[in-house]
């Protein structure tokens, strides 16, 4: 195992103030992602599409298999519009993600940003909201697996799961099974090794893109304009309370930046498969929840479950083709639950590595060079979140998350091009300062249409967050303990 040195925690003669926004050099982040400057350990083992295949495959599923049936009713057939603005406000943020990760291609993604530009303060509450982003994110997601299992057990089999067994209590259930066999599976594939299970990922991502374009086909027999009208009947603040739920589903963009230090060439890799990614979830998207909204009256969709496949058997009067699409999004919530639970460890491993959690989440296996200690923690905690806590809130919890970690990134581009011209770049963000500032602006717009009471379990989370980093993280921190990677002197943006 490779792990962290532990070094005597002494107390600090360092003010406060300074202590909090002390900022990480890029040189160190990149040093430590080589095993230069920390413990390293992770392999560059993964090329482009596995990449984009990384993006897509946390990104494709995440939503369009099971969001519809909470986003619809709140917008109408405009949900494609809901969509279209979700994918707006990510497309702004991918291109800064793309600079950022093409500056500073190291594990733990908007945290490792924070960390380099904003500094330590910062970055640990970043960190919380990609725990909250991927955490909830994976659970919400598992949530789910079992609906289409339990379709494809009826159209097959002629049986399904009772309810108290696969759903989540609040949702008809006591315990969520089906969501805590998939997490098991999950953990056991990731431990064995991230190359394995990227390639496991890019064949189920090939499998969804299929699935996704058979519902597109067969719906648009089916598809009838007036289905369409009224198109906005809860008005343009639907869109956008729509738009907000929706959003977790462009977790992808950010995961794809958690495998930093495991993918070859990563300065021309991250960016290209960002924007790939982008391209190819958006179009998807679109094109799926257009038919959907056109083949079956909007208000069906409240609390339809397996919705997708069940307008398939609607429209063919047939079970196959519903049983191949159950079938294919079973696979699919597969992929996007490996991904996520991926992209979470990476994270943590991150914050371990830099002293802000304990230095086990560090630890790497030699055998397969993944985390294994970290996997297991992350894959317990997701594991009991959906056995037991219902959909709504863990999807409008991860929105939140994600919005907040992307509005950081944005800034995070402004900050850096100020302090660091000169560092190398493998894109940059196309109308710069507009850009960056136009994501911040919807990342907020999007932030104002969530429901109140999940920001009042943010705030918990946070709460929860600064006792710990006050208890832990300020005394433990490697720019704290060490001198071989001094804290840069805060100014304001020179």
């Known amino acids: 195992m490779h792990s962290p040195g532990k070094e005597p925690v002494v107390p600090s003669t360092t003010p406060l103030a300074q202590r909090l926004l002390r900022r990480k050099p890029v040189e160190t982040l990149i040093a430590e992602s080589t095993g230069n400057g920390g413990p390293g350990g992770l392999r560059r083992t993964i090329g482009l599409w596995q990449l984009s295949a990384i993006g897509i495959g ?8 099971f969001v519809l049936s909470s986003a619809v009713p709140e917008a109408g057939p405009a949900v494609v519009l809901s969509f279209v603005l979700a994918a707006v406000t990510a497309g702004l943020t991918a291109l800064c993600y793309a600079e950022l990760a093409s500056a500073i291609p190291v594990s733990g993604s908007s945290y490792s940003y924070a960390y380099a530009t904003l500094g330590e303060a910062t970055a640990y509450v970043v960190g919380v909201c990609l725990l909250l982003e991927y955490g909830v994110s994976a659970s919400a997601i598992a949530v789910s697996w079992g609906q289409y299992l339990n379709k494809f057990c009826e ?10 067994l696969a759903q989540p209590p609040g949702d008809g259930g006591v315990f969520n099974l089906p969501a805590v066999v998939l997490v098991a599976l999950v953990c056991l594939l990731l431990v064995r090794g991230v190359s394995e299970s990227a390639k496991v990922n890019a064949a189920m991502v090939a499998i969804k893109i299929v699935v996704l374009g ?7 027999t089916g598809f009838h304009s007036g289905n369409l009208h009224d198109f906005m009947p ?24 958690t495998a930093g230090e495991e993918v070859r060439d990563p300065r021309r890799t991250l960016p290209r498969a960002i924007i790939i990614s982008l391209v190819v979830v958006t179009l998807l998207y679109v094109a799926v929840a257009l038919v959907a909204v056109g083949a079956q009256p909007w208000q069906k969709f409240d609390g339809q479950e397996a919705g997708l496949a069940q307008i398939l058997q609607d429209l063919t009067g047939q079970t196959w ?18 991904v996520v639970i991926y992209g979470q460890t990476r994270i943590l491993y991150s914050m371990g590595r830099d002293g802000m959690l304990p230095p086990r989440f560090a630890q790497v296996s030699a055998r397969t060079g993944t985390p294994v200690w970290n996997t297991l923690v992350v894959s317990l905690a997701v594991a009991l979140l959906a056995a037991f806590v219902p959909l709504d809130i863990l999807t409008d919890l991860t929105s939140l ?23 190398r770049r493998g894109f940059k963000v196309p109308g710069y300062p507009v850009t960056p500032l136009l994501s911040v602006g919807f990342c907020v717009y999007l932030i104002r249409g969530l429901h109140p009471l999940t920001f009042v379990f943010f705030g918990i989370a946070l709460l929860i967050a600064a006792a710990a980093y006050f208890g832990y993280g300020i005394r433990h921190s490697r720019l704290e303990l060490t001198s071989s990677a001094p804290a840069v002197p805060e100014r304001a943006f020179d």
């Open 234 to 257: 809860l008005g343009i603040g639907g869109v956008g309370t729509a738009a907000s739920g929706i959003f977790f589903s462009f977790i992808g963009l950010d995961a794809v930046s």
């Open 401 to 423: 998350g994600t919005l907040c970690a992307f509005a950081v990134v944005s800034v995070g581009v402004i900050v850096l091009r100020r302090r660091s011209p000169e560092l």
């Open 155 to 164: 159209l097959a089999f002629g049986f399904t799961i009772p309810a108290w």
């Open 58 to 65: 946390a990104t494709v599923g995440t939503g369009i298999f």
């Open 321 to 338: 083709p519903a049983l191949i699409f159950a079938l294919g999004a079973i696979v699919s919530i597969f992929s996007v639950t490996l």
């Open 214 to 220: 058979l519902f597109v086909a067969v719906g648009l």
